[in-house]
C-alpha cells in the first residue's frame, strides 16, 4: 500500500472542499514539480510543462510530447465540483430570535442527509472595491460549526408519512447562524423596533468584524455549505477512507499525482479537471464549455506557429480519454439494485464503465472495444487491478459523465473511476486499494 498517496489524498479533500480550493492545491502541486502557467510563456517545446486555468475553478495540465501535436494527446478528465448547499444571494434573514443563511442544493442530494449534521461555508465575497475575501467557517477545532435543524421524532408523526423525496424541503434547508432569547414584553414602540431581527444584526457586526463584508456583499458571493470536518480511514482495518467530495475528487486527485509524477512521451499528456459535472456540466467552466478546446488553441499557438483550425481539430480527435469519473460499489445491503456480474466492487481496482446514460444508454458515453482492448493490454503489462462494470441494474436510473462531452471531438473515451459506496451522501465511503490502483491504472494509460 502507499501510505503515502492516502496521507496526501486525505489532505488534498480537507484543503479542497470547493472548486476553487480544489484548482488552488492542484496548481501548488503541479507547481512543486515544474509547471508554469501556458498563459505566460511565448514559446513551448517537447517536455515543457504547463497549465492553463479559467475562473480559479477548473483547469487543464498539459506535458508537452516528442511528437507531433496533431496525432493526439492521452488525457485524464475528471471533475472537482461535489454535492452540496449554495447560499443565496439575498440570504441573511431572522424568524423568531433565530438568525438564517437561505441556501439552493447543488446536485443530486439526498435532502434529509443533510440535517442535524455539522456543516462548514467555504467560498468567496468579492466587493465592489476589488477585493475578494476569503471564507472558512466551521473547519477549524475551535471555530463553530453550522447546522440545519430538524423535527423531533415526538412530533413528527405527518412528516414520518411523507415519501423520501417530501421529507425535507429544499426550500427548509436553512443553515442556523446564530440565535438570540426573546424578550416577553417591550415598554415602548422604541423597544420593540430595537428588539427586530436582533439575532441577525448580531451576525451582520461579527462579519463585519471578521471579514470587513456587509449584508449587500452577498450579492456577489459564491458560499458553499460543505460537511465540516475532515477525511478519516474507516473500518476497523483502516481499509477505507471515508470523507466529504470523493465524487469526484478521488479521481481528480489520482491523476493529477500521475501526471505531474509521470515521464514524459511522445504523445502530449493532459490531466483536465473541470467544474459543474453533478449539473450538466454547463457554464463556462463545465466541460460542454469552450475552455478544454480554448486551452488546446493556446498550446498550439505556443508550438511553433503549428495553429490552425484543422490542427486543433485532428488534435482533439486523435486523443485518447479516461473520464476519470467515479461508479457506484456493489451494497450488499442493498443487492436487488445490482446485477451482480456486472457490478464494481470495493477493493476490486479501477472501473471501468463502457457506457453509462440511463435505462436505454439515453445520455450516454459507449466506447469502443478496439480502445478498450487497447486499455486492457497496457493495464495487464503494468499489472494494474481493474475491473468492467455498470452502475446498477438497467431499469433502476443510471448516471453521467464528462465522457459523452469529449466524445464529440472524435476521440476515444471511456469512463475510468473507482466504487464509491454512498456517493452523493455528505460522506462518502472508497476503498485505499482503489485509490492506489487509480493512481496505477492513470499512469499506465499515459504511457500509450
Same mark, same amino acid.
Given at each position: ?153 415526538? #412530533?413528527?408523526? =405527518? ?5 423520501? *423525496?417530501? $421529507?425535507?424541503?429544499? +426550500?427548509?434547508?436553512? @443553515?442556523?447562524? &446564530? ?26 457586526? #461579527?462579519?463585519? =468584524? ?5 449584508? *449587500?456583499? $452577498?450579492?456577489?458571493? +459564491?458560499?458553499?455549505? @460543505?460537511?465540516? &470536518? ?49 449539473? &450538466? ?106 475491473q468492467m462494470a455498470e452502475l446498477g441494474k438497467v431499469d433502476q436510473g443510471g448516471g453521467g459523465t464528462i465522457a459523452y462531452l469529449a466524445a464529440k471531438y472524435g476521440m476515444n473515451v471511456i469512463d475510468a473511476g473507482i466504487s464509491v459506496l454512498s456517493m452523493h451522501a455528505p460522506w462518502e465511503l472508497t476503498s485505499k486499494a482503489d485509490i492506489e490502483e487509480a493512481y496505477n491504472g492513470y499512469r499506465a494509460f499515459l504511457t500509450l
Amino acid at each position: 500500500m502507499n501510505d503515502q498517496l492516502i496521507v496526501d489524498y486525505k489532505s488534498f479533500l480537507n484543503t479542497g472542499k470547493t472548486e476553487r480550493e480544489c484548482v488552488r492545491s492542484i496548481i501548488a502541486l503541479a507547481e512543486r514539480h515544474g509547471f508554469k502557467n501556458a498563459l505566460s510563456c511565448t514559446a513551448l517545446t517537447a517536455g515543457d510543462r504547463v497549465y492553463v486555468q479559467l475562473m480559479d475553478k477548473t483547469i487543464a495540465l498539459f506535458m508537452i510530447g516528442t511528437g507531433a501535436f496533431e496525432d493526439g494527446m492521452n488525457i485524464l478528465g475528471a471533475h472537482i465540483d461535489s454535492p452540496r448547499l449554495d447560499i443565496k444571494q439575498n440570504p441573511l434573514y431572522e424568524k423568531d430570535c433565530i438568525a438564517y443563511l437561505n441556501t439552493h442544493y447543488y446536485g443530486g442530494i439526498k435532502k434529509y442527509q443533510w440535517v442535524t449534521i455539522p456543516l462548514a461555508i467555504h467560498g468567496v465575497i468579492c466587493k465592489t472595491d476589488g477585493t475578494t475575501v476569503h471564507v472558512v467557517i466551521g473547519e477549524d477545532e475551535d471555530d463553530a460549526v453550522l447546522t440545519i435543524s430538524d423535527i423531533l421524532p415526538h #412530533l413528527a408523526q =405527518e412528516q414520518m408519512k411523507k415519501n423520501a *423525496a417530501e $421529507f425535507i424541503h429544499g +426550500e427548509d434547508l436553512d @443553515v442556523i447562524v &446564530g440565535s438570540t432569547a426573546p424578550k416577553k414584553t417591550a415598554a415602548s414602540d422604541a423597544e420593540q423596533k430595537d428588539e427586530k431581527d436582533r439575532a441577525k444584526k448580531a451576525i451582520l457586526a #461579527l462579519l463585519k =468584524e471578521r471579514y470587513d463584508i456587509t449584508e *449587500a456583499d $452577498f450579492s456577489s458571493a +459564491e458560499l458553499e455549505v @460543505v460537511p465540516a &470536518g475532515t477525511a478519516r480511514d474507516c473500518g476497523i482495518d483502516r481499509s477505507c477512507v471515508l470523507a466529504y467530495g470523493q465524487d469526484d475528487r478521488v479521481c481528480a486527485y489520482t491523476s493529477v499525482r500521475a501526471l505531474v509524477e509521470a515521464d514524459g512521451g511522445t504523445r502530449t499528456q493532459c490531466c483536465l479537471c473541470v467544474d459543474k459535472e453533478e449539473i &450538466g456540466s454547463v457554464g463556462a467552466t463545465g466541460m460542454g464549455s469552450r475552455f478544454f478546446e480554448n486551452a488546446v488553441a493556446e498550446i498550439l499557438v505556443r508550438l511553433g506557429g503549428q495553429y490552425s483550425d484543422i490542427a486543433l481539430r485532428r488534435a482533439l480527435a486523435n486523443s485518447f480519454m479516461l473520464s476519470s469519473d467515479v461508479n457506484a460499489a456493489y451494497d450488499p445491503l442493498n443487492a436487488s439494485l445490482y446485477d451482480k456480474d456486472n457490478a464494481s466492487f470495493l477493493g476490486g481496482g479501477l472501473v471501468f464503465n463502457k457506457y453509462t446514460g440511463s435505462r436505454g444508454k439515453y445520455s450516454a458515453s459507449d466506447a469502443n472495444p478496439e480502445f478498450i482492448a487497447r486499455l486492457r493490454a497496457v493495464m495487464d503489462a503494468h499489472g494494474v487491478r481493474y475491473q468492467m462494470a455498470e452502475l446498477g441494474k438497467v431499469d433502476q436510473g443510471g448516471g453521467g459523465t464528462i465522457a459523452y462531452l469529449a466524445a464529440k471531438y472524435g476521440m476515444n473515451v471511456i469512463d475510468a473511476g473507482i466504487s464509491v459506496l454512498s456517493m452523493h451522501a455528505p460522506w462518502e465511503l472508497t476503498s485505499k486499494a482503489d485509490i492506489e490502483e487509480a493512481y496505477n491504472g492513470y499512469r499506465a494509460f499515459l504511457t500509450l
